[in-house]
């Protein structure tokens, strides 16, 4: 069974540019979060999704959106970068029932250098 | 809001000793999840704690959650180097995880 995948792996942006990026969640998983991971603030929430619907949202200013697709498939982009937006940023996926319900499974992430 | 303390937040260990790690929260959750990270690498999920006295065990790893304490540890037996990593606690609440500030575990032979 495939994991959560994760695209770009690596990408390096200057200041004022904009990314996205892409999260395929496992197979039959609705449910996708994006967390963003730095040295200074540690792993803070970002966004949540569950077909197609935003549940919730993090403490993040608006210049970092996101949305999911009807496949379960999400993006998050975010506009006009600053210096302070490098980092790795996680997707996890979430199954909703079975034996595993509740655990999340986490992509390898998007590492976000901005010069 | 809900706040998540690791402690400590580094950790050497000797090889072969016993270690605890320690995860306090301020507010009831219905789930508990310890994590592993590599450096580099994506987090790993170790267990997931979802009742009171829930007590798992994979390999020199064991997770027990009190919900009473509001306090989870992760307790590693006869520590080798396999284990060096940071390890994150975190709890589910209002659709998103919480994570503690990591531990970052050092193991010397």
């Known amino acids: 069974k495939a994991g959560v995948t994760q695209t770009p792996r690596y990408l390096i942006k200057t200041r004022g540019q904009q990314v996205t990026l892409s999260c395929s969640p496992i197979s039959g998983h609705r449910s996708v979060s994006w967390y963003q991971q730095t040295p200074g603030q540690g792993l803070q929430f970002l966004f949540e999704y569950f077909s197609e619907t935003q549940r919730n949202k993090g403490n993040f200013p608006g210049r970092f959106s996101g949305r999911q697709f009807s496949n379960s498939r999400s993006e998050m982009n975010v506009s006009t970068l600053e210096l302070g937006d490098s980092a790795l940023y996680l997707c996890?996926?979430?199954?909703?029932?079975?034996?595993?319900?509740?655990?999340?499974?986490f992509g390898e992430g998007s590492r976000l250098t901005v010069l | 809001e809900l706040k998540v303390e690791q402690n400590p937040l580094f950790l050497s260990m000797q090889e072969g000793k016993n270690y605890t790690i320690y995860c306090n929260y301020s507010?009831?959750?219905?789930?508990l999840y310890w994590y592993r990270q590599d450096p580099g690498k994506s987090l790993e999920s170790l267990f997931v704690l979802l009742s009171n006295g829930a007590v798992k065990q994979e390999g020199r790893l064991m997770a027990s959650l009190d919900t009473k304490a509001r306090l989870s540890t992760l307790h590693i037996t006869a520590a080798v180097h396999d284990l060096s990593a940071t390890y994150f606690c975190a709890l589910r609440g209002d659709y998103k995880l919480s994570f503690g500030a990591g531990t970052t575990v050092t193991v010397r032979a």
């Open positions: 507010t009831t959750s219905d789930r």
């Open positions: 996890a996926s979430r199954s909703a029932g079975g034996a595993l319900s509740g655990e999340l499974f």
